[in-house]
């Protein structure tokens, strides 16, 4: 049967077992939106307010499902606008595929209206980009883009497909959904030297990142826990991998990481990393990290492995496969002396916390955990309130931390959790600040109009919370341009989109507004007010090591 | 400090060498030379690549050039191993004062003259970039008006190829 190539496009989406697309149209996609409306019935599209908003809801929901997310847009301003979120999506190693309409071949290169080149843009934020030169190719470039997009470590794929391709008419045959590329274990070799370190450690440490929700090997990261006696710790992207209340679980370490996991992660002799890049937020300067502890990093990505250099022992193939290798290799042991230095850490960290029962950064997401559903998607914006929720929201199940930590992307938020609702279909909850979400409330339209059951709940601190510690710390108080002093009326705003909101100024207050919101089927803000001079502790100074870790600030 | 010599393999598409340059740029790989050519399939294009650095830059550049699709094959060249040329031209001024000490040192690396006018000489070497390097070197003293280097090609001696293991 001949198609054109905008019905082949749509018609291998829906092959490839796509629900559901996100994105904004335009004159050079104007043909593939004819397609979308004539298959509406097999395939959904999701109009944002914004490209950006598109693409972190493509990216949504692909964090919180694991499949490929999808988002179209139009050539010039509208590729243009992905680009944020193409680079938010590759930085964190989500699989996403971004379609983009482009002018007519004989025009590429003249400087047509609205020409950008957009696959020479995004060469360097994508694992592979395309543009489609003939509808022959089509169908198999998009199931290619597919295969790359979520084999091995994932990321983004761009196809740019010019106007007259999308006209052109060519036979569509169907095909099975694509498999991803065949994942495999590390060489024996590697295994049985990394079992050997482990088996002599006195003081492991099992280092989860993100690779172990893409790999879904949660039940092997605590197995290989459990076979060790050892306490695992994570790094912001390994969050929701494992659940928060596991009695081996430290939570995050790092830059703001919860002081007896960063701290066993310091005195650990072997430090077991699954799936984790050591990013300078996690080792604050590589020079003194963990100089006293051999590393074993397990991961898919050789390229990462050798990051470190010669100090790891790389152990290179999919975590789960080969923790399914290793355990049986392991000694079964228990540490009790190493299992009491981190208790004590454990109670130094109590010591330390935030007792205060008034409305804190604290509070208020241990308020909101009362509210949670085992299943419940949490996103984030990026500054102090992402860090806040990284240390103290819950978590049972994985993919269920929504929030952009490589690129740290302020404006992610509203796109991130609108793409987890429609993955996941679960009330969703996002967790965002005055700053963040001025950068993305335009979608705000997008999920009343789509009756998104949505939490927004906003820490309004009047500032540009994370760049203000910084200054406070470290800039002598300059605070200079993160004092926002704006009279938005949140409340008012999320009416006038059409949701619901309230004003909070005490726990009881936001106590009742999350009842209401969770019984709100749409959008329900929570404008709450947090003190400007809260701080994200413990904080791990730029460049600093662990003695100089800032517990508390002083007055 | 050590130098490398890879031939990267890659699928013969528009846009290729961009991707692998890119690649470079973006992770600072410090590249001396690189050379792009036709191959036995027009499949494929070989990328050859010279540069110094440590063991472990070198396994890093390689993992990075893995994870590009449009790659195939990647071997490294030990100098005991495989063959390799570069071709050089160069332009030298043409003068009394010069000219037999120019001529002498060509005919010494076997150089060929490719061109001669009143004004200017051009000449031809090939042969391994050492020897390259100490023929321009010599012709510092005199008058260089150009130089046009190709960059390194090699193979593995033998029976061997990149594709065959
Ligand atoms: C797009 C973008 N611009 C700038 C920054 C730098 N930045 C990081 S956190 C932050 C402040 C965020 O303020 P807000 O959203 O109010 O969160 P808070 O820290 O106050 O909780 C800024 C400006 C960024 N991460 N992303
Ligand atoms: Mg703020």
Redesign the interface.
Known sequence: MKLSGSDILVKTLIEQGVDVVFGYPGGQVINIYDSLYKYQDEIQHVLTAHEQGAAHAADGYARATGRVGVVIATSGPGATNLVTGIATAYLDSVPLVAITGNVRTDQIGTDAFQEIDIAGITLPITKHNYVVDSVEELADTIREAFKIASSGRPGPVLVDIPKDIQVAKFDYVEQPKITKDAKSAASDAEIAKAAEIINEAERPFVYVGGGVLTSEATNEAIALADTIDAPIGCSFMGISAIPTDHPRYLGMQGMHGHFASSQSMHHADVIIALGARFNDRVTGNRAKFAKKSKIIHIDIDKAEIGKMGSMVNGVNGDIKLTLEKLIPLLKKTTKPEWQKQVDEFKVKEAARDDHRTTLGPKMAISTLNKYLSPNTPIATDVGQHQMWAAQYADFKTPRRFISSGGLGTMGYGMGGAIGAYFGTKEHTVLVTGDGSFGMCLNELATAVTNNVPLVILLLNNGVLGMVRQWQTLFFDKHYSNTVLDRKTDFVALTKAFGGDAARVDTVEELDKALEKAFSTNGVFLIDCAINKDEFVLPMLPPGGSMDDIIVKVGD | MTKFNIAVLVRDKA?VL??VT??FR?RRFNIDSLTVSETETDKYSRITVTFSGEE?TK??LV??L?????VVKIKEFKPDESVSCELLLIKMKNDAASRDDISAAATAFKAKTVNYTKDAIILKVTGESKKIDEFIKLMRDYNILEICRTGVVSLEVGGETITKE
Do not use: V
């Open positions: 846009g961009n991707r890119s690649m973006r472990n396994d890093q993992a990075q893995y994870k590009l699709p449009d």
